[in-house]
Nanobody, 115 residues
Framework: QVQLVESGGGLVQPGGSLTLSCVAS????????MGWYRQAPEKQREFVAT???????NYADSVKGRFTISRNNAKKTVYLQMNNLEPEDTAVYYC?????????WGQGTQVTVSS
């Protein structure tokens, strides 16, 4: 098993900011592509952002310019800095680690954007 432990979710007002963290247990963390996905109520899980072992990033159009994904290999941690949050960002956010046949998911952390 590969464990991904997420933190940082919570309640924030529209226009506010949150930073999510995901700490991984994988050996050789540096070789994994890490990502964030989210699932709103009655919606399918959707891609948010990924970051490769070379720190190449990709973002969903809906979050580009507002969210930033980063990683700290020494801490085996991936972050999602979320700025200018909107009610539409409300969802459970999931951390993902992928390399070869490995495709692991965290337990999810709730982000609620509401006034």
């Amino acid at each position: 098993q590969v464990q991904l432990v997420e933190s940082g979710g919570g309640l924030v007002q529209p226009g506010g900011s949150l930073t999510l963290s995901c700490v991984a247990s994988q050996n050789n963390f540096n070789i994994y592509t890490m990502g964030w996905y989210r699932q709103a109520p009655e919606k399918q899980r959707e891609f948010v952002a990924t970051i490769s072992r070379f720190a190449v990033t990709n973002y969903a159009d809906s979050v580009k310019g507002r969210f930033t994904i980063s990683r700290n290999n020494a801490k085996k941690t991936v972050y999602l800095q979320m700025n200018n949050l909107e009610p539409e960002d409300t969802a459970v956010y999931y951390c993902n680690a992928k390399a070869g046949t490995v495709d692991s998911w965290g337990q999810g952390t709730q982000v609620t954007v509401s006034s």
